[in-house]
């Protein structure tokens, strides 16, 4: 049956099915240890790699285990995919012959579905390398041949599936990929013709489902004419007597409505149209019956299919809600007893909303006692933006400005789903256990799209909603408060920032009053989540509004709570923050609540003296002092408490200075000025008012205190993860640009010889990333003054300083065996800040010892040879920024040429080994940028040792020839071929054939 292939011993072939049954069929009394399945494993793949393997394909698929029978398959699979280059070509035919004829027998004999699976995709990978020139119509001569050997129907449904999958997303280059799909093309007819023959309550539902999961795969492929024979049919088949066949046939629908032959609401007559008629006789039974009794699996899949409608036809509904239109449908799914009786468009658009409200409102909590409303939620986003495009024919116009027009349904409709939802979001009762999930928010994504339509109706529907439920007599439903407090949050970001009389009502002291002050802690928690989030809105009162200072009120007392303390924090941090100016003429009043303190968490305290900070800030500068003094001292003072007690409570203290680090980084942050936009043209705010009370030796002293309390934490915990967090946000925090300067403000470079201190203790990536950031600090490209400053000696001695402590203690550390590749983030935070200082302070590399300088340029050179991809990108990144800026400055003289003179060699020698495979691919591009940099300031040099090393014995091995590396140079150094550009191409092409890419979209992806 198989001469061509290698004959081999039954003694052999029963070895190799014993080591195969070993590894499928281990013993239940002695199972396979994790160190005997990976040599099993290991011996089968070792086994499928030689040639002789190709001698097990047949007596596999003649066993009678059916895990040797998949075995057998999966070889062939195996083999034509990596092994299709030894093959000899002139047996190709009968292998082909040999495959189709083991996979009829196979059929025949009932193997296991898995066994034919693979036996299928065998033969699209054989179809993939030979067809068409090798193997014409392969997709209907295999489908001839095993319907000739007596197939079922549905097993060639299945193999016509596997074909789609397997082809259509074959990776091959573009020409030879559209020769492959113009053979899926050629099969279209026999494929529609079995799925067609298929769409039938009298097949089994096994071989409708295979039907449909066939018709998803070629959906891609088949055209518009060959796909609409098919819709009529599988609307029929939506008979929810019939559960199994129903949830298929909306599966297929739904594939159809989103397919690309669909798309943008294409096909309507032959897909809405019909639909919302279908709609109008099924629909209700179904969704009252679910509203009832609790949705089941027709439900669930109705509710899919309208969801699958709206996403579809979201412009149709729109353009057709007010239209007195008849429809006209190209069949019609249901009976009709005369064209006469037909229904307008509007009526099935209002029938299709109604169900869709059906099922958003379904009876109970979502997750709990149904899982189908949260699937209607992405429609009314759609239907929104759809609204606002929408195009009205001519003959509807007239019905627009009534209303029954387009806008007044919309906001009927629009305006119940407000009030359903209100429901839906409502918290159940202790006795019930919400799933956690993102519900609650997804809904409150909806409600914006709500309020777009209906704005200031539905503000005012909860506002009255809220105040009825708030005033009238008898006991309160807090749960039914809370859900409207929800969802008049949740749709807060949609709100323009301008007066607003229900926004007015909502914050007066009669609605703040009639919340609970004790007790409720959800209503309560989620009223301070939404004065927070309203901060901004507060900005539009006029100056000493009651309103303000209501909602400040409010928030201060729920601080003394321990449940709401957080919420309550939160929210009084983003009302300081946004309304500094009005709040500031009442100072003292925040003097009181930070006297009030005392019972309050640090966590929380933290945001209190941030929001007291906010405020503080818009004082004139002077009038800061002693408010700061006030705020910061305390802070300082437990800060140097809790070093003083480490020795006797070690955790403790620990635990108290990362809590007041955190508290300083919040008082930081909030004198921080919040606006964020400034002239490049202006001089930096150096505003002499700042300064002068930065002067005050109250400040020079709180300052001085401030370095001493954090150069001391750093000695004592630098070794600390919790610690070096803080202090890390800290100094992004406590350090500025001139125009930002506060009275704490610190300069960078104390902060940086901290740093250097904790790295030389424990080097870790927080060290070099703070060094990063203060080395920016000491910049002066932050004047704008000039596009060459001139950096002061001073500040050049000390980032000279400095820089040469963490190149040491780097260095150091890395030249440990193993160190590099373990610490990936140190290598790419010590690139970063190198690349950093190379950008600012280039000089500094000249001022270090030679010796340092050589040991550091080859820690960047090994560092691109990493693996690890972030480590290699920081390496070259560095060497591409410090090429650049030592070849521009002039005044560095001759010996800004040292680096290229002592390594560029090494360089170039790292560069072309990355391209010819070392390098993962996807940092080819920023090694390009290193090389074409390399060779457009040195390109003398450069080809010379482009030459040198691509032709040297030494070379690592790679797939690209002598012609290859000859077109390489000759491209890069080629006339006109100076642009970035074209080198970036030529290292590319040089890519592809050293790593033997060619013909792969991988291989031209870049």
């Avoid at 005369?338 to 409200?357: A, K």
């Avoid at 924090?569 to 009442?586: I, Y």
């Avoid at 000696?793 to 402590?805: A, G, Q, S």
């Avoid at 014995?953 to 006109?976: C, L, N, R």
């Amino acid at each position: 049956m198989a001469a061509f292939l290698p004959a081999l011993p039954p003694s052999d072939v029963r070895r190799a099915a014993e080591l195969v049954y070993q590894s499928f069929n281990p013993s239940s009394t002695r199972p396979l240890s994790s160190e005997e399945q990976r040599r099993l494993s290991s011996e089968l793949f070792e086994l499928q790699r030689q040639w002789q393997a190709w001698g097990l394909v047949v007596p596999f698929l003649e066993h009678s285990d059916q895990n040797v029978q998949f075995f057998g398959a999966h070889t062939i699979q195996v083999k034509i995919a990596r092994d299709w280059d030894t093959f000899p070509q002139d047996q190709v035919g009968e292998l082909k012959a040999l495959i189709l004829n083991l996979t009829a027998r196979s059929i025949a004999l009932g193997h296991s579905k898995a066994t034919l699976r693979k036996l299928f995709v065998a033969l699209c990978s054989l179809a993939i390398k030979l067809a068409p020139s090798r193997w014409p119509q392969w997709i209907p001569a295999t489908v001839s041949l095993l319907s000739s050997h007596g197939t079922p129907p549905m097993v060639i449904i299945e193999f016509l599936e596997i074909a789609a999958e397997e082809a259509y997303s074959a990776d091959l280059l573009p020409l030879r990929k559209a020769e492959l799909n113009a053979t899926l093309r050629e099969a279209v007819p026999i494929v529609a013709q079995a799925i067609g023959s298929s769409i039938s309550l009298s097949v089994s539902e096994r071989q409708f489902e295979s039907a449909v999961k066939c018709l998803e795969a070629w959906l891609p492929i088949i055209p518009t004419n060959e796909l609409n024979p098919l819709i009529q049919p599988l609307v029929g088949l939506l008979k929810p007597s019939s559960p199994a066949h129903f949830v298929s046939a909306v599966s297929a629908i739904n594939s159809i409505l989103s397919s690309a032959a669909f798309a943008d609401g294409a096909g309507s007559r032959i897909t809405t149209e019909p639909l919302l008629l279908w709609l109008t006789e099924w629909g209700h039974s179904i969704t009252s019956e679910a509203a009832r009794d609790g949705p089941g699996e027709v439900a669930n899949a109705l509710c899919k299919l309208l969801a699958a409608l709206g996403e579809h036809s979201s412009e149709y509904l729109a353009q057709n809600i007010a239209s007195q239109q008849r429809v006209d449908p190209a069949f019609y799914p249901v009976s009709m007893a005369s064209s006469s009786s037909l229904r307008t468009r509007s009526q099935l658009v209002l029938n299709y909303m109604r169900l869709m409200l059906s099922f958003t409102s379904l009876p109970g909590y979502y997750g709990v006692d149904e899982e189908e409303s949260e699937m209607t939620l992405g429609f009314w986003y759609t239907f929104q933006e759809a609204l606002w495009s929408a195009e009205v024919s001519e003959e509807d116009r007239s019905y627009q400005e009534s209303e029954n027009g387009m806008m007044e349904v919309s906001k009927a409709i629009y305006s119940e789903l407000a009030t359903v939802l209100r429901t839906k979001v409502r918290w159940p009762s202790e006795k019930i256990r919400w799933p956690k999930g993102n519900y609650r928010r997804d809904v409150g994504d909806t409600l914006i799209n709500a309020y777009y339509v209906l704005r200031g109706d539905m503000l005012a529907y909860y506002l009255n909603d809220l105040s009825d439920r708030l005033f009238k007599p008898g006991s309160t439903e807090w749960e039914e408060v809370e859900a409207t407090l929800h969802c008049i949050m949740s749709i807060q970001e949609a709100l323009p920032v301008e007066p607003d009389d229900h926004l007015s009502r909502l914050f007066s002291q009669d609605i703040l009053d009639a919340l609970p002050t004790s007790g409720h802690p959800r209503v309560r928690r989620t009223m301070l989540v939404l004065i927070g989030s309203y901060a901004s809105w507060f900005t539009t009162l006029p100056y000493g509004s009651p309103l303000l200072f209501n909602v400040i009120s409010f928030v201060a007392n729920a601080l003394l709570d321990p449940s709401l303390c957080l919420p309550a924090a939160n929210a009084l941090r983003d009302l300081c923050d946004n309304n500094r100016v009005a709040l500031a003429s009442h100072i003292a009043a925040f003097g009181e609540l930070h006297a009030g303190l005392l019972g309050i968490p640090e966590t929380e305290k933290a945001k209190v003296l941030q929001s007291i900070a906010s405020v503080i800030q818009a004082l004139p500068p002077n009038e800061e002092i002693a408010p700061v003094a006030t705020i910061v001292s305390p802070i300082v003072s437990k800060l140097f408490e809790a070093i003083q007690s480490s020795t006797q409570f070690f955790e403790d203290s620990r635990n108290l200075a990362v809590q007041q680090l955190q508290t300083l980084t919040g008082v930081a942050k909030g004198l921080t000025r919040t606006s964020e936009t400034f002239d490049l043209d202006d001089a930096p705010d150096d505003s002499p008012v700042m300064e002068s009370a930065r002067q005050v030796p109250q400040m020079i002293q709180l300052r001085e205190q401030i370095v001493e309390a954090i150069r001391a934490t750093i000695q004592l915990w630098s070794t600390d993860a919790y610690v070096s967090d803080a202090i890390s946000e800290l100094f992004k925090s406590i350090t500025a640009l001139p125009s930002d300067i506060t009275l704490i403000s610190l300069p960078p470079a104390p902060l940086l010889e901290c740093v250097c201190r904790a790295a030389q203790r424990d080097l870790t990536a927080v060290w070099l990333s703070l060094a990063n950031t203060l080395i920016m600090q000491l910049s002066p490209l932050s004047t704008f003054k000039s596009l060459r400053p001139v950096v002061d000696p001073t500040t050049l001695t000390i980032v000279c300083e400095y820089t040469t402590v963490l190149v040491e203690t780097t260095l150091t550390m890395l030249s440990i065996p193993g160190n590099m590749q373990e610490n990936p983030e140190i290598v790419r935070e010590f690139f970063h800040f190198l690349e950093k200082v190379s950008h600012h302070f280039v000089a500094v590399f000249f001022q270090v010892p030679q010796a340092i300088f050589d040991v550091l340029i080859s820690c960047a050179i090994t560092s691109m040879a990493l693996t690890e991809r972030y480590s290699l990108v920081a390496a070259s990144s560095f060497l591409t920024s410090l090429i650049n800026r030592i070849y521009a400055s002039e005044d560095l003289g001759d010996s800004r040429h040292t680096l290229i003179h002592r390594h560029g060699s090494a360089i170039m020698r790292s560069l072309l080994v990355g391209f010819a495979g070392s390098a993962p691919k996807s940092t080819v591009a920023n090694l390009g940028d290193l090389f074409a940099v390399f060779v457009s300031k040195y390109p003398v040099e450069s080809k010379a040792w482009m030459t040198q090393i691509l032709y040297g014995d030494d070379f690592t091995h790679s797939k690209a020839g002598a012609e290859a590396k000859e077109t390489f140079i000759k491209t890069v150094y080629a006339p006109g071929s100076g642009t970035f550009q074209r080198r970036r191409e030529a290292v590319r092409q040089f890519t592809i054939v050293a790593r033997g890419q060619e013909g792969s979209n991988f291989g031209h992806a870049w």
